[in-house]
């Protein structure tokens, strides 16, 4: 973990350092435009995805697909050590890994085109050098899934989405998780969520699922006779289960991850030391040093949200007729003020030391005013997966 520090400053100063121009003596400053495809910037969104991802306890990890907009408000006041606070706007694309996995996104697999899910976050970002911060101050996300007329289009033969309530989804959930069970050594797992669903017909019908698994409390031998209620149910992995029908036979497969615990066992390894530069060891740290009494109700709640919408076409019914009031495609709201002037936040608990720090956030920037070199090039360039 010592290692990472280095890096993650390195990032900074490339990116708010080294090339920043000089700055007129003023107190207050304008947000800049900042180019989508720098370097530093692409750091620094990745970062913010990686805490976004971090603050969520439902869904899949989402990954960096392009940055779409990024405007840089340098904190001016009588200390030049407030830092700036980053306006991100960034296309994301859902991956395979569960939130609880804890996993970065740059180790989770994208999926194949007709599966993805894809959309937009907005999110505010606080970046402070010489404190060594960096943290998603609020966020919010809106995601819909592949618009299935297009993708089926290009492959008619690939898996469609299936509604969670149907009941071969359950079926096949209960099917692979007994057969999980049944090749389990001791432990034995029931269901928790399904959390994704799919079938095909390929000479057959092929469904596929994906839901997260609690432990059980009773062991293989105890079996059906054993009636223990677990204390407190926490998800501890994701199974992927599929179910093929064919002339009367039923095939089944399984395969499941376990998450990473939370706290690692002493002497155990430490999890957070896998993920690489994308951690933030900083931040953390600086988080759990502090449990401020005074300052932090906040701390408890999410400092966002990630909304689910419909397939794009299915919006878009003719039956709704309103051709003049045309639909916001990824609707994301973040606004923590309407006030033109900005107002003033405390961002003191993410400090160790006990001086009042506070920054100036401004209302969303419009996107109309983004910088030309924004949207940056996409990781999946297929329109299909790009927000507007
Ligand atoms: C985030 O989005 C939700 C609706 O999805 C909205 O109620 C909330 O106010 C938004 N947060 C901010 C800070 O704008
Ligand atoms: C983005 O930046 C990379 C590396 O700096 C460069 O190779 C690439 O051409 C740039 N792409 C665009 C679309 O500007």
């Not at 010489?130 to 290009?154: D, E, K």
């Not at 059906?224 to 179910?243: E, I, N, R, Y």
């Not at 900083?282 to 449990?291: A, M």
């Amino acid at each position: 973990m010592g290692l990472l520090l280095p890096v993650v400053l390195c990032a900074l100063a490339a990116c708010c350092g080294a090339t920043s121009p000089p700055l007129p003596p003023l107190r207050f400053w304008p947000p800049i435009a900042r180019g989508c495809n720098d370097s530093g910037i692409l750091e620094l969104a990745g970062f913010a995805l990686q805490d976004i991802n971090r603050d969520r306890k439902d869904g899949y990890v989402l990954s960096l697909n392009r940055v779409s907009d990024v405007r840089e408000h340098r904190q001016a006041s009588d200390s030049p050590l407030l830092g700036s606070l980053f306006y991100f706007t960034l296309d994301v694309l859902e991956t395979d890994c569960h939130v609880l996995s804890r996993k970065a996104w740059k180790d989770c697999g994208v999926r194949t085109l007709h599966e993805s899910v894809y959309g937009q976050c907005k999110a505010l970002f606080y970046v402070n050098r010489p404190g060594r911060v960096l943290y998603v101050l609020a966020y919010n996300c809106t995601l819909r899934p592949v618009s299935q007329r297009s993708s089926h289009t290009m492959c008619p033969d690939c898996p469609g989405p299936f509604k969670l309530s149907n009941p071969k989804v359950l079926e096949t959930a209960a099917e692979s998780l007994a057969k999980y069970n049944k090749e389990s050594a001791s432990k034995q797992y029931s269901l928790f969520q399904v959390t994704r669903a799919s079938g095909q017909w390929v000479f057959g019908f092929a469904f596929f699922v994906e839901y997260l698994i609690k432990e059980s409390p009773c062991t293989k031998h105890q079996a059906s006779s054993c009636a223990l209620q677990p204390p407190d149910s926490v998800p501890v992995g994701l199974c992927k289960g599929t179910l093929t029908e064919r002339e009367l036979q039923k095939f089944v497969s399984v395969t499941c991850d376990f998450f990473e615990p939370q706290v690692p066992a002493p002497g155990g390894e430490n999890p957070a030391a896998n993920q690489g530069p994308a951690d933030l060891p900083t931040v953390e740290e600086s988080q759990q040093k502090i449990i401020a009494p005074t300052n932090s109700p906040s701390k408890a709640v999410p400092k966002g949200s990630v909304q689910y919408l419909p397939d794009l076409d299915d919006e878009k019914k003719p039956e709704d007729a309103q051709e003049n009031s045309p639909v916001e495609p990824f609707p994301v709201q973040l606004e923590l003020t309407t006030d033109p002037l900005g107002e003033s936040l405390d961002v003191s608990f993410l400090f160790l030391d006990p001086e009042e720090k506070k920054v100036v956030v401004l209302p969303f920037p419009k996107k109309e005013q983004r910088s030309a070199e924004c949207p940056g090039p996409a990781q999946q360039a297929n329109p299909l997966v790009l927000p507007p």
